[in-house]
């Protein structure tokens, strides 16, 4: 939510490919209020957990193609504990019907496609990584994305 409130674009957007349409496997939107987020924060839970309940009930591969191509690769204990990891991915983990990624870093994209400046856009990039992680153990709990330096920036 924080990159759409900075760019005005979805940060995984979908694109249609050969096999698939860009609404491919997608579940009706759910929108989440700025209130639900802060409430969620002030109780401590993860953002980036809200998001995961909504957002991987049904992808199409785009979407889980754009995830990695700016996370990087899911670890395969991730990858292969979601009940639908047998409709994207083979046994080696890799993606069954996107052969071809771009990987690209975030501070990439907010520069070169959003023509930020590179010290606006690494405090956010820093912001978003650590909430993006994928093994929640990793990802930054609710309470430190709060006292990010991004979020005190004037």
Known sequence: MA???????????????????RDDGRTPSVL??????SQSLYLGVCVFCLFCVFFFFSLPPDHVARIIELLGRIPPRI???WNKST???SRPGALLR??????C????????????RRQEAAPLASFLLAAL???????ATAAQCLQHAWLHNP
């Open 79 to 81: 990858a292969f504990s």
């Open 105 to 116: 870093s975030l501070q990439a994209v907010l520069v070169d496609r959003y023509r930020w």
């Open 32 to 37: 989440i209020s700025l209130t639900e987020v």
């Open 3 to 21: 990159f759409e409130m900075a760019t005005g674009e979805c940060l995984f957007d979908p694109q249609p490919g050969k096999y698939f349409s």
């Open 98 to 103: 996107i052969s071809r990624l771009s990987p």
């Open 87 to 89: 409709k994207f991915f």
């Open 133 to 139: 992680r994928y093994a929640p153990e990793h990802r």
